[in-house]
């Protein structure tokens, strides 16, 4: 345990470690190199290899199917490390133990404990170890020191350069790839496909998404290069059925191994109901890689129904407020908004929806206004936290160009944006009628956690750090 542990004054090291980690190259800045992170990894023992892993990339809806595979894999009575990324409010829940992230306390003692190795690393390379480097280094210690019997890893972006490619994942899920990154990953399909497929490793379980077929091509190719198994949505396992239902939607699920009917998922969107299949398909994959210790065969029913019950994704649809309603969507790019909006258009009935827009200014901005025009009838842009937030008045010239300028308003602040936003949608309600309006705050991970702690969501959890 750490001296600031033994100490009690953890509290005030957390803050010292928080700018620390964050004076590093942070992790939007991609240098496509696993030199440093290998340095690390080797001399922490290589902690990556003390369990088997499940590697997960894509453009959408990573977080979500991690999320998912972690809970149906805690149902089995395995014990997991999860690694997500970014995190909504605090850094500590990117790596969770048994579904729990870090205690504060606990990222103190995990960062301490490899801190000295970091220090050789930056040392002995031109090059310091940045901030998701860190990180990754923090998570694969914290799973061999638990320990944990499986690790539930997505990567940060990409996959071929990704820091998380030091692992090897007896099973590789790729979720549905469009363009996003495109400075670092390229500017098609089929380019930032082949540095997503790094992750497919020989050997392995490819479970993959529905893609484009520019995508499925480049990650066939990959499969067969290597010798991996691949397991395709819509052919090998798949949704066989999903209609709504009251606060998610009812799916039925066909596995590799068995079918699962009649499972309540709590999310809402055709695109949740792709992601749980994938999970399902990836738990039933890792059952049979030679490192899994629960049986080849189908997944206890009630366990399934059980676990998906109980599944969340922070951020991503989520409602943290009623009277107005009020939804917070971490969508950053056109398919993930496309995604967003056909989920909101199913599963509300507004009359009026108010968005409130951050977004990051490397983004697609003009592809995701024109994702979400067709369904907010009024937007309020704003800026986030992020020093890489697009400027209001900047992201409003681009709108008013595609919803028109009597659509759109500007608040500086997201704090001020959600006043106005809800402001609307109250007017909306009194003439519409109670329900009729609601507000969806989106736009980036970052506005997603920024607006949850506006809105004191989790707010037991940060008086926790």
Not at 277 to 286: G, R
């Amino acid at each position: 345990m750490s001296d600031a542990s033994v100490s009690g004054g953890w509290r005030d090291r957390l803050r010292e470690i928080e700018k620390e980690i964050f004076a590093r190259r942070p992790e939007h800045s991609i240098n496509p190199s696993l030199e440093r992170i290998r340095a690390l990894v080797t001399l922490l023992g290589d902690p990556q290899r003390a369990y088997p892993v499940i590697h997960i990339t894509g453009t959408n809806g990573k977080t979500s199917t991690a999320r998912m595979i972690d809970s149906l894999l805690r149902a089995r009575g395995l014990r997991t490390g999860l690694f997500t990324s970014p995190h909504l409010s605090m850094v500590g829940e990117r790596i969770c133990v048994d579904g729990q992230p870090l205690t504060g306390e606990q990222f103190v003692e995990a960062y301490d404990e490899i801190k000295p190795y970091m220090d050789i690393v930056d040392e002995t390379h031109d090059t310091r170890l940045s901030f998701f480097e860190v990180l990754t280094g923090m998570a694969f210690s914290v799973f061999a020191d638990a320990p944990v019997d499986v690790c539930v890893l997505e990567v940060g972006m990409g996959g071929t350069w990704d820091n998380t490619n030091v692992a090897d994942g007896a099973v590789a899920v790729v979720t549905p790839i469009s363009i996003d990154h495109a400075r670092y990953l390229g500017s098609t399909v089929a380019e930032i496909a082949a540095d997503k497929s790094g992750i497919i490793k020989p050997g392995a379980i490819a479970v993959l998404a529905q893609q484009p077929p520019a995508a499925a091509e480049v990650l066939l190719r990959r499969a067969a290069e290597v010798g991996a198994t691949v397991a395709r949505e819509g052919l090998e396992f798949g949704v066989l059925d999903r209609e709504l239902a009251v606060g998610g939607q009812q799916v039925s699920v066909r596995g590799l191994l068995g079918d699962y009917p009649d499972l309540f998922l709590p999310l809402f969107g055709t695109h949740q109901a792709g992601n749980l299949a994938c999970a399902i398909a990836a738990v039933e994959a890792f059952a049979r890689t030679p490192d899994s210790d629960v049986p080849d065969q189908a997944l206890d029913q009630a366990l399934v129904r059980q676990a998906v019950a109980t599944m969340s994704s922070p951020g991503r649809l989520e409602v943290v407020r009623r009277s107005p309603v009020v939804i917070v969507d971490a969508g950053h790019n056109p398919g993930g908004m496309a995604a967003s909006m056909a989920a909101v258009t199913e599963a509300f009935t507004f009359t009026e929806l108010i968005a409130i827009l951050a977004v990051s200014e490397d983004k697609d901005v003009a592809g995701i206004l024109d994702q979400l025009e067709p369904v907010a009838t009024r937007l309020v842009v704003t800026a986030n936290s992020s020093t890489r937030s697009m400027d209001p008045a900047s992201l409003a010239e681009i709108a008013v160009g595609i919803f028109g300028a009597d659509r759109v308003s500007v608040a500086a602040r997201l704090d001020d944006a959600i006043e106005l936003g809800v402001a609307l949608a109250d007017e909306a309600d009194a003439a519409g009628g109670p329900g009729s309006a609601g507000v969806l705050i989106t736009g980036s991970v970052i506005t997603a956690g920024d607006a949850r702690v506006l809105l004191s969501v989790d707010a037991a959890a940060a008086d926790e750090l």
